[in-house]
T-cell receptor
Framework: EAGVAQSPRYKIIEKRQSVAFWCNPI?????LYWYQQILGQGPKLLIQFQNNGVVDDSQLPKDRFSAERLKGVDSTLKIQPAKLEDSAVYLC???????????????FGPGTRLTVL | QQQVKQSPQSLIVQKGGISIINCAYE??????FPWYQQFPGKGPALLIAIRPDVSEKKEGRFTISFNKSAKQFSLHIMDSQPGDSATYFCAAWEGTGRRALTFGSGTRLQVQP
């Protein structure tokens, strides 16, 4: 079974530029998550989708970050304009459902490492 | 607000030794406590998890001990191996309200041969 795919793996941009990340979840997984992992910290949930609807975006900086999940499959996360403090690894994860337990285990992709100069 | 506090930040253990990582939480709405293992360049992967109605769960060399009254839980890795060298994150799931995972800050484990 293929895992969660993310691209690009690395991105370097200047501050105030825009950037987009792409995620393809495991086939059949209804729930998709975007996390931000700053160096030396644990992942922080930015947004959670159930199919193509937003379940939780309470920690998404909506003035600069946006995300969409068209047709309930692939998802993109965009930052515009980027700030220095946005330098982090952006992780995408997917699960069958949005609850807890092994059956709703979150599977993580390898992440996109963003460096903002 | 750091809702899940994890310690130590880093840990060096000899091969065959026991690795112990501790976490504490404040939010009583948390009702599921997973541990994740992350290797460099990879995303976190679920290792083992526990619900608060049990005090201990063991899977192979990995054991979670849970103290509900103290709001603390820990991961024990028995017979630690060099292949266990990774960063470990505790997490807590809020089953009501937000229904999301909150992660600890991570522990970098190095097992020396």
């Amino acid at each position: 079974e293929a895992g969660v795919a993310q691209s690009p793996r690395y991105k370097i941009i200047e501050k105030r530029q825009s950037v987009a990340f792409w995620c393809n979840p495991i086939s059949g997984h209804a729930t998709l998550y975007w996390y931000q992992q700053i160096l030396g910290q644990g992942p922080k949930l930015l947004i959670q989708f159930q199919n193509n609807g937003v379940v939780d975006d309470s920690q998404l900086p909506k003035d600069r970050f946006s995300a969409e999940r068209l047709k309930g499959v692939d998802s993109t996360l965009k930052i515009q304009p980027a700030k220095l403090e946005d330098s982090a690894v952006y992780l995408c994860a997917s699960s069958l459902g949005g609850g807890l337990g092994r059956k709703n285990e979150q599977f993580f992709g390898p992440g996109t490492r963003l460096t903002v100069l | 607000q750091q809702q899940v506090k994890q310690s130590p930040q880093s840990l060096i253990v000899q091969k065959g030794g026991i690795s112990i990582i501790n976490c504490a939480y404040e939010n009583t709405a948390f009702d599921y406590f997973p541990w994740y293992q992350q290797f460099p360049g990879k995303g976190p992967a679920l290792l083992i998890a526990i619900r608060p109605d049990v005090s201990e769960k063991k899977e192979g060399r990995f054991t979670i001990s849970f103290n509900k009254s103290a709001k603390q839980f820990s991961l024990h890795i028995m017979d630690s191996q060099p292949g266990d060298s990774a960063t470990y994150f505790c997490a807590a799931w809020e089953g009501t309200g937000r229904r999301a995972l909150t992660f600890g800050s991570g522990t970098r484990l190095q097992v020396q041969p």
